[in-house]
């Protein structure tokens, strides 16, 4: 496979001295000097920079709860509509469907009933033990268009409970619960069968998963127990698609999310209509000119922070809650990571963290995963292909947004 380049750019903030520095041959001093810049305070460089440019060159191969929109009370019927926060995702102002609904309410109230601590509270034993939601996935087991949701319950494999819903008749209809351990989920969109895959330690197990009169039914389709070699290495599962070939992976969804479902028909647009040109410029300068952002934190959902500068996302603490020092934003490119027409900032951080700039309505949005993955490979067509040295494999994603809610869906 050819890799390719990912990051092609650095950031540099004074348009005047890099581009004497450069027509000079200093390229060396060059770096210096936009590393320096990037890491420091630079609001007097930023006074003398007339515009913002690109620096190109090859580098090596490196590559509190989330709440629904405010709604206005009676008391506010008065007040001009521009009280509402327009900033967060409107579930409601999608063209959504009766399931989707459905199972976004039941998601709210299932979290709403860990959180809240109280004793009864209808949910799975491990679940009121651990106090944890641990996600949701959406898996059609049937063809009649209308995915079921199983929602997972506990904080690892060895508490891990699932239950699962379908939608019939106008309401939501609990089929089954059952400890789920070390099992993923997988779609063939072809058959009336979803699978489960349960694999550990060198025992796995693949069923096949139907319903049958609201109700559940398991049929094991294949199983193996690996082996050690002479020399103490195991060897790898049989992947499912030599059995089901067209088997699709079921990604695990954080239940403060409910994105997933909404594009679960349709990837939603979050372009701003602006020409493509003009939207790279703005996200240059919402960087160099360390512009107001809206920090969205990808891999923790729960946590919340309120616009603020994008050099502020950058200080110890944030990006990385454990972090005593401040990080640096210095490599970048151009991507259309949701194949809307236009691009995004994808940025990464000399810790290795992965900051996304996306224009939707006026404001930038700062899409933040502490981590991701190593070794970012390749992005093609909106996928992300990360290359897992230990298993030696290469490890597919999407990245998906509107607004305060961002997911990955794992292409496995």
Not at 90 to 114: G, H, R, S, V
Not at 301 to 318: C, W, Y
Request: proline share 4%; with cysteine; charged share 25%.
């Amino acid at each position: 496979m050819k890799r390719s380049v990912i990051f092609s750019r650095t950031i540099s903030i004074v348009a005047t001295v890099t581009l004497m520095l450069t027509l000079t041959g200093c390229t060396a001093f060059n770096d210096y000097l936009t590393s320096l810049l990037i890491g420091e305070e630079y609001s007097s460089a930023v006074a003398d920079a007339e515009k913002v440019t690109l620096e190109e060159e090859e580098l090596p191969h490196t590559v509190e709860v989330t709440t629904p929109p405010p709604t206005i009370t009676k008391e506010d019927e008065d007040e001009p509509a521009d009280t509402v926060d327009t900033d967060r995702f409107d579930f409601d102002a999608e063209a959504i469907k009766d399931w989707q609904k459905a199972y976004k309410k039941l998601i709210d109230e299932k979290t709403a009933l860990i959180l809240s601590g109280d004793e009864n509270t209808g949910v799975p034993v491990s679940a009121e033990e651990s106090g944890c939601i641990s996600g949701y996935y959406i898996v059609n087991i049937n063809t009649d268009n209308v995915p079921e949701l199983i929602i997972r319950y506990g904080t690892c494999e060895a508490d891990f409970v699932d239950e699962v819903y379908t939608f019939a008749d106008r309401r939501v209809i609990f089929l089954s619960d059952y400890p789920s351990g070390h099992t993923s989920y997988y779609n063939d969109p072809k058959d009336d069968f979803a699978y489960t895959v349960w694999a550990h330690m060198g025992s796995q197990y693949i069923q096949s998963m139907a319903m049958e009169d609201d109700s559940l039914k398991f049929e094991e389709i294949f199983s193996e127990e690996l082996t050690l070699d002479e020399g103490g290495v195991m060897g790898d599962y049989t992947d499912i698609r030599t059995l089901v070939p067209r088997a699709e992976y079921c990604s695990e969804y954080n239940p403060f999310i409910s994105l997933p479902l909404i594009e679960y028909i349709k990837r939603t647009d979050t372009s701003s209509g602006k020409e493509n040109e003009a939207v790279r410029n703005i996200l240059l300068n919402t960087v160099n000119l360390n512009s107001i952002v809206y920090p969205v934190f990808g891999d923790k959902p729960a946590r919340k922070m309120e616009k603020t500068s994008f050099r502020d996302i950058l200080k110890a603490h944030v990006l990385h809650p454990y972090g005593d020092t401040d990080d640096n934003a210095s490599i970048y490119d151009f991507y259309d990571l949701n194949n809307d027409g236009q691009d995004e900032m994808v940025i990464l951080t000399d810790q290795g963290s992965y900051i996304i700039l996306s224009y939707q309505d006026d404001v930038v949005y700062a899409y933040c995963f502490e981590y991701l993955w190593d070794n970012l490979e390749s992005i093609d067509d909106g996928v992300m292909c990360f290359r897992d040295e230990y298993i030696n494999e290469d490890v597919r994603m999407m990245l998906s947004f509107n607004k305060d809610q961002c997911y990955i869906r794992y292409m496995e």
